[in-house]
Structure formats: structure tokens, C-alpha cells
């Protein structure tokens, strides 16, 4: 099985500070992806990586980045948190090739108070 | 580009009741669809998917049908459980695209 491991299940950080969320996969696949989920607003793709050190903004990439200096690892970055981003984040992986089956972590829920 | 329109929940029914979430998208060529279900607290699990016309996924007693015709992929389960109770997220990935797309999710209350 397919396992995405996203490394904090629940964080609570202040505005201003710099988050880290680590998500990591080993299935091999060359994708990955990081979504945030808000209630009314579904899923919305954050930022994806198709290769190590290789990255594409998403719908909402402002606000975070990411790192992949691995291809089992892709970590999104919060530059300086702020109540806004109070949100369920999701990594995901998928193998190359288009319209394949993504498959998800737990999520992590993320407060910024 | 793509888009999915899944019904708005939330559904509430009552234990044994069939099920039906309905599921439209647009898209270019031919995409693969898929249905997603999240239980309370967890990530995103695939369901079922399909690749081509009138293929049909199923899986758990779910079932959907990939119509081309109508650009649909309705979800589908003939008795449901308490344990089906979920937000279910219907999918389509674009030939040629990494991404899926995601509708909005429809939130299922199932009560014995």
C-alpha cells in the first residue's frame, strides 16, 4: 500500500512565525502535492512538484512555499503564519503520468492564533 | 479548464437507504474520473475510479459509471451504513495533466 506521511497531525503556531509542515512518501511516486481543504471551498491545490527540485505554483500559492530536495519529501513552508492560513493542509503523491489515482496523508491541522 | 459540479450536501438518510450523489464535470478529451472519501478527522482515500467511457468503478458497494454522453459520474450504493458517513469528493484528471481537479465534496449523515 501506498503510504503519505505528513509528519504533524495538529499544530498550533503564532502569527508571524515560520511554519514547516513535512510530508513524506514511499511509494517512489514522482509526483507530489500539497492542498489546503476549507469548509465551502473544497480542496484547493497549493503547490506540486513533478521532480526533485522542480515545483509549479497551484491555485493559492501565496503565502508558501515549497522544498523538495528529496523525492520522497516535499515540505511546504509558511514564511510568516497568519489567522488566514488557519486550515487543514493535505500532501499527496501520484506516480508521472497524467490522470492517475493521487493518494493522500492524514492531513495536518494548522491554527495560527 | 476542468471543472466538477457534485450535488451540495449535506445528505442525510437513514440506514439502508440507497444512495445517489449526483456528479458533472467539463474537461477536454477523454479524463479519468474518480470518487474520493474522507472520514471525519482523515485524509482522502480513493473509492473507485474509472478511465474510460462506460467504464464502471466500484468498490465497497459504491458504484459509479463513466458516462461520457452526459459528462457524468453519479455515485451510487444500494443500502447504506452508519459507517458510510463521510464527505465524498468526485474527481477528474485531465489527459495530460498531473492534477485532479476536485468538486466540493457532499457531506453524508447516514442515521440508524
Known amino acids: 500500500d501506498v503510504k503519505v506521511t505528513q509528519s504533524s497531525r495538529y499544530l498550533v503556531k503564532r502569527t508571524g512565525e515560520k511554519v514547516f509542515l513535512e510530508c513524506v512518501q514511499d511509494m517512489d511516486h514522482e509526483n507530489m502535492f500539497w492542498y489546503r481543504q476549507d469548509p465551502g471551498l473544497g480542496l484547493r491545490l497549493i503547490y506540486f512538484?513533478?521532480?526533485?527540485?522542480?515545483?509549479e505554483k497551484g491555485d493559492i500559492p501565496e503565502g508558501y512555499s515549497v522544498s523538495r530536495e528529496k523525492k520522497e519529501r516535499f515540505s511546504l513552508i509558511l514564511e510568516s503564519a497568519s489567522t488566514n492560513q488557519t486550515s487543514m493542509y493535505l500532501c499527496?503523491?501520484?506516480?508521472?503520468?497524467?490522470?492517475?489515482?493521487?493518494?493522500f496523508g492524514e492531513g495536518s491541522w494548522l491554527t495560527v492564533v | 479548464g476542468d471543472s466538477v459540479t457534485q450535488m451540495e450536501g449535506p445528505v442525510t438518510l437513514s440506514e439502508e437507504a440507497f444512495l445517489t450523489i449526483n456528479c458533472t464535470y467539463t474537461?477536454?478529451?477523454?479524463?479519468?474520473l474518480f470518487w474520493y472519501v474522507q472520514y471525519p478527522g482523515e485524509g482522502l482515500q480513493l473509492l473507485l475510479k474509472?478511465?474510460?467511457?462506460?467504464d464502471k468503478g466500484s468498490n465497497k458497494g459504491f458504484e459509479a459509471t463513466y458516462r461520457k454522453e452526459t459528462t457524468s459520474f453519479h455515485l451510487e450504493k444500494g443500502s447504506v451504513q452508519v459507517s458510510d458517513s463521510a464527505v465524498y469528493f468526485c474527481?477528474?484528471?485531465?489527459?495530460?495533466?498531473?492534477?485532479?481537479?476536485f468538486g466540493k465534496g457532499t457531506k453524508l449523515s447516514v442515521i440508524p
Open positions: 474527481a477528474i484528471g485531465g489527459a495530460g495533466s498531473y492534477q485532479l481537479t
Open positions: 474537461a477536454t478529451g477523454y479524463p479519468s
Open positions: 499527496a503523491s501520484s506516480v508521472a503520468n497524467s490522470g492517475n489515482t493521487i493518494y
Open positions: 512538484s513533478y521532480d526533485v527540485k522542480m515545483k
Open positions: 474509472a478511465t474510460k467511457a462506460d
